[in-house]
Structures are given as structure tokens and as C-alpha cells.
């Protein structure tokens, strides 16, 4: 494993196990005074360092590259932004211009998600997973940074709306956190929430009892299987009435998970969730088609 890999390893886990076995209070003691201190020496000792012994790489095929987070021309060539012109809802590209701004795709208009938008920054492709797998099986840490900067473009037009948004990751199984050692998705939203200053809160949101994988399940027993998982932190019952939420995830599939979490969220009082993904697979899209990769699917996180 890269150094520079292991020691962000190395730094997530330590909070994410003190987070998980002490809940905030030590998940706080960790944040506010070793990662300043760790972030210290990291950045003024060992970072010149590495930035010598250890060049910058293109994320999608490790080309050496002069700029940190930072495609090579190649793998740009191959990432497939989604924006407009796209459903407003479900945030599906329209093939033809749209009627005007705010328009549907025919699902949403007649059977509309529960969410109030759902977007990615990318198509689901080969550098997108590539990035995916890095960070979720292959521990590059660093790599939720990358995600989250080519998503905050979607933050802002949200944010636009005048509303003060909550950050709110979609939540691991505490023995998948333990076993993984840290929550690919709570790391993105909080480097999102870094890049915006928006709040974030890994916390809200928990997993109240463990999924089994959803790869091989039809839509609807992905639904039956995530129905229930989640639940609400009483602790933060009072902060999330009325509040608009983003909900963030790595990789948006079926849908499932993020409808599970939508769901418990507006029963818990939010005003609108907004879904958030690095990468959405289109209709008509594949997952692990060339490598049998691990699965993808929200619910599987
Ligand atoms: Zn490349
Ligand atoms: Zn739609």
C-alpha cells in the first residue's frame, strides 16, 4: 500500500474506531485534538516529503500527472458529467431539450421519488468505478476528496435555493464500519462540507440493523430487503425538523437504500432530501462488467 494511502488509512481508522466505540464524546475528542495534530505533522513535516519520494497520480490509471486530483487527458476523455439538460427530479439526461426549466421525465411526473432531486457527477463508467473501488476496497482515502470536488458544483445549485443545507451521509453497519474502518460516504460528505461550509453529520443517520449484499436481488426484494435499517439518532431528533438535507453516497444503483434513508428521514421531520452520488448507473447500464467486482449497490455500501 502507498504511504501516502496508509497514512490516511491509518488516520480514519483510529477516528472511526474511536467514534464507533465512544460515540461523540471521544468522536469529538478525536476530531478537535488529534486530527489537528496529526493534520500538523502530516502537512509541515511529512507532506514535502512525500510530495518528493512520491509524484502525483492521474486517480483514473496513475499516470503521473502536475497537479493534485487531477485526470490525465486520457481518463478525461472517458468521464461522462451528468448535468442539465436533465429531469429535475430524478435528474435522468433528457435526450431532447426540455418544455423549461423544472421539467419531468414521465416516471417522476407520474410516480414521483421521494426525494426532491437526485444527482450525480458522473455516469457510471470505467474510470468512475476505478475511482469507487480505490477508495471503498482499496483504502485511498484521498480519493473521497477527488469525489467530492467534482461534486460540489451540484451542492451549490442546491444551496442556491436559499436554504441552508444538511450534509447527511448514508450510514454503515457498525460491524462493516469496524471491519472497513471507515465510511466511504461520510468521508466524501465531509470533505464536501469542507469545500462549501456546510455542516455535516455522519451521526444522524444509522444503520439499525445489517444488509445483506443486494446484487442478485430484483428491485423489489432490494426494497423489502433495506426497509426498516435506518433510523434516527434521538440525539438529533430537534436539529433535523425542518432542515433540507443532502444525502450522500458514493454510487447510486437501484435506488433502494437511498429511498430507505429518504424515507426515514422526511418521517423524521426534514423539510426535502436531495440525493447526491460521485457516479449513478443510467438505465440500460452495467455494474462490475469486467472484473466481477465487488458489488456496488446502495445497500450493500
Ligand atoms: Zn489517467
Ligand atoms: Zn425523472
Known amino acids: 500500500m502507498p504511504i501516502r494511502a496508509a497514512m490516511d488509512k491509518h488516520y480514519m481508522g483510529v477516528f472511526s474506531f474511536l467514534s464507533a466505540i465512544g460515540g461523540p464524546i471521544l468522536g469529538s475528542f478525536s476530531a478537535r485534538i488529534c486530527k489537528p495534530i496529526l493534520d500538523s505533522f502530516s502537512v509541515g513535516i511529512c507532506k514535502p516529503i512525500l510530495d518528493y519520494a512520491l509524484p502525483l ?5 496513475g499516470t503521473i500527472t502536475a497537479e493534485r486530483d487531477r485526470f490525465c487527458l486520457d481518463c478525461w476523455g472517458q468521464l461522462d458529467f451528468l448535468g442539465d439538460p436533465c429531469c429535475a427530479r430524478c435528474g435522468l439526461p433528457f435526450e431532447l431539450e426540455p418544455d423549461g426549466p423544472g421539467s419531468q421525465c414521465g416516471p417522476c411526473a407520474s410516480a414521483p421519488p421521494p426525494w426532491q432531486s437526485a444527482r450525480a457527477a458522473l455516469a457510471y463508467g470505467e474510470i468512475a468505478r476505478k475511482v469507487a473501488i ?18 460540489v458544483p451540484h451542492i451549490r445549485s442546491i444551496a442556491e435555493s436559499g436554504d441552508s443545507p444538511l450534509l447527511v451521509p448514508v450510514p454503515l453497519h457498525r460491524w462493516r464500519l469496524w ?6 460516504s461520510a468521508l466524501i460528505a465531509r470533505h464536501l462540507g469542507a469545500a462549501t461550509g456546510l455542516p455535516a453529520d455522519p451521526f444522524l443517520l444509522r444503520r439499525s440493523r445489517s444488509t445483506r449484499p443486494l446484487r442478485a436481488m430484483s428491485p423489489r426484494a432490494r426494497e423489502r430487503e433495506v426497509r426498516g435499517a435506518f433510523a434516527i439518532d434521538p440525539s438529533r431528533r430537534a436539529a433535523l425538523r425542518g432542515r433540507t438535507v443532502i444525502l450522500i453516497d458514493d454510487v447510486h444503483t437501484s435506488g433502494a437504500t437511498a429511498r430507505a434513508c429518504t424515507e426515514r428521514l422526511l418521517d423524521g421531520g ?6 447526491l452520488c460521485w457516479a449513478r448507473v443510467l438505465p440500460g447500464g452495467t455494474i462490475d462488467k469486467h472484473h466481477g467486482a465487488p458489488d456496488f449497490g446502495m445497500g450493500n455500501s
Do not use: E, I
Request: glycine residues 12%; charged residues 20%.
Open 57 to 61: 497520480r492521474c486517480p483514473g490509471c
Open 134 to 151: 480505490r477508495l471503498k476496497y482499496g483504502r485511498r482515502t484521498g480519493m473521497a476528496r477527488l469525489m467530492a470536488h467534482y461534486m
Open 179 to 184: 471491519n472497513r474502518g471507515f465510511n466511504q
Open 270 to 275: 426534514a423539510a426535502a432530501v436531495h440525493l
